[in-house]
């Protein structure tokens, strides 16, 4: 009986001291300079290596490959060197050095003793690389996979109206795609499916189905235009044409057609600033707005904001203007109506055209009525001008009478009986001094003395003779006038009647 109870004592001895000696080699290589057995990077085994050991293996053994890209059935290989991509064997000898170290005790044991017993431990190498670079490349890619979606478009002939459909677009998302490759590189994985997004089409042929008819149209005249005024007219008119509004929706002119500017696609043209006309860029943009802002009229929609120009427009009536800036001058309308609108706008010719396109539902029979409130003539001022001659007036400045003028809109039943009559705005345009240079020259004459024949000395009864001669009629300057006439007051009665029917303005 003791002398089994003995053995059992030594049995549990035996084991003890194989238990510790056990862990004491598992701690030994935790402590010690090798890595954990079975390590490997790739195909090669480094475990039971020291880092330098280790590191010279590597280096004979892997060269960086190929790095895959995938999309589909479509593939994109990059050579390492276009992105300046290399192997860092320092920081993925470090990484596996500390497989059994990093954690707390009991993990790092558990790893050891795994790794002790036959466990794998596999890693790959990190990559470095860099990052503009690869972006660069993801910015190539794009151009082959990218699509892009296509709304849903009215097709229109005459009085037909056709809808076109729409189709959905593609895109690679560069930046999620470049954040999941360096995720992927940084493991030393070498191959990554790229990100690319399905981009919905913003208009659908369902929510134009019932847009079917003209709501209003508008056309103005370009004929005298200069190149670049008719340049910036066609750029703004290509921003807005296609342009769907639901119902609520607000249309900001400024917002979609802008910002004025070169790299918008504006050119130089004459643009009033401040009351005066001046080159800048974008000049002409207020016509295609002023166009624009009738269609509208005559279409119905709200009017939500609209300032008028300084200058009367030589191409709308007085009343009938919108003019807009990149400054917070814009010119912006709701779609108050029960059904979406689709607007066209183009150059054809000499003519600027927008039209608003509609469901029959809406349509409504509107006349624009105009009347001038108040006309203030034009100021006066008169200068002395020493270089002209007396009696001659030459303007220097051409001065501009002063307008008031209210804008109605009147709504009719199909028998001309009046419903509705809505004041949409008063635009002021402001006078303008002329200036006028008075001449205070005076004409000179010129004396000649002549003499008779011979010397008639101490003659108290000689004769003088006084040839006086006036200039010849001097010429008056060119572009010299006597101020004009000051305008009386029209007549406070309507003007420039129209109904929605297309209307074309040739002023």
Request: hydrophobic letters at 30%; glycine letters at 6%; proline letters at 3%.
């Amino acid at each position: 009986m003791h002398k089994a109870k003995n053995n059992g004592y030594i049995a549990v001895g035996i084991l003890v001291a194989t238990l510790v000696l056990f862990l004491g080699i598992i701690y030994s290589q935790i402590n010690g300079g090798k890595i954990a057995k079975n390590t490997y990077v790739g195909d090669v085994c480094i475990g039971s290596l020291s880092k330098e050991e280790a590191k010279k293996l590597l280096e004979s053994e892997v060269n960086i490959g190929t790095i895959e890209l995938s999309y589909l059935d479509k593939k994109w290989d990059i050579n390492p060197s276009d992105i300046d991509a290399s192997y860092d064997i320092d920081k993925t000898i470090e990484k596996a050095y500390n497989l059994n170290r990093n954690q707390n005790v009991f993990e790092n044991l558990s790893k050891t003793i795994k790794t002790n017993f036959g466990s794998k431990n596999n890693l790959d190498m990190i990559v470095n690389y860099n990052k503009e670079k690869l972006k660069d490349k993801l910015e190539e890619i794009k151009q082959e996979i990218d699509v892009e979606v296509k709304n849903a478009e009215l097709s229109i002939s005459g009085d037909s109206i056709t809808v076109l459909d729409e189709s959905k677009g593609l895109e690679l998302d560069v930046e999620a795609s470049l954040k999941k490759i360096e995720s992927q590189l940084e493991n030393g994985v070498l191959s990554d499916d790229l990100v690319v997004k399905t981009v919905e089409p913003k208009v659908t042929k369902s929510e134009l189905s019932e847009v079917n008819t003209v709501l209003g149209r508008y056309t103005t005249i370009i004929k005298a235009s200069s190149a670049g005024r008719i340049a910036n007219i066609k750029a703004a008119a290509e921003k807005m044409n296609n342009y769907l509004l639901m119902p609520g929706d607000e249309f900001s002119y400024a917002s979609v057609t802008g910002p004025y500017t070169a790299t918008n696609g504006y050119s130089n043209a004459p643009v009033i600033v401040e009351g005066e006309l001046q080159n800048g860029i974008g000049g002409g943009v207020c016509q295609l707005s002023s166009t624009l802002y009738n269609s509208v009229l005559y279409s119905g929609l709200e009017i939500v904001q609209l300032r008028n120009h300084t200058i009367p427009s030589s191409y709308v009536p007085k009343g009938r203007d919108a003019t807009v800036t990149d400054s917070g001058v814009d010119f912006v309308f709701k779609n108050n109506l029960e059904h979406p609108v689709y607007l066209k706008s183009y150059v054809y010719g000499s003519s600027v055209v927008t039209a608003i396109y509609g469901s029959s539902k809406d349509k409504q029979n509107i006349e624009i009525q105009t009347y001038t409130d108040g006309v203030s003539a034009a100021p006066v001022k008169k200068v002395d001008d020493p270089s002209i001659e007396k009696g001659t007036e030459k303007v220097l400045e051409k001065g501009r009478d002063g307008y008031t003028v209210s804008t109605y809109r009147v709504y009719k039943d199909n028998s001309g009986n009046v419903l509705n009559k809505e004041k949409i705005y008063t635009s002021y345009y402001p006078k303008k001094q002329s200036v006028i240079a008075v001449g205070t020259k005076e004409v000179n004459e010129e004396v000649e003395n002549t003499t008779t024949e011979g010397k008639e000395e101490n003659s108290q009864d000689s004769t003088k003779h006084e040839n006086t001669t006036k200039p010849e009629s001097s010429t008056k300057p060119e572009n010299t006038t006597k101020p004009e006439n000051t305008t009386k007051p029209e007549e406070n009665k309507p003007s420039e009647n129209g109904s929605n029917n297309d209307q074309t303005t040739t002023q």
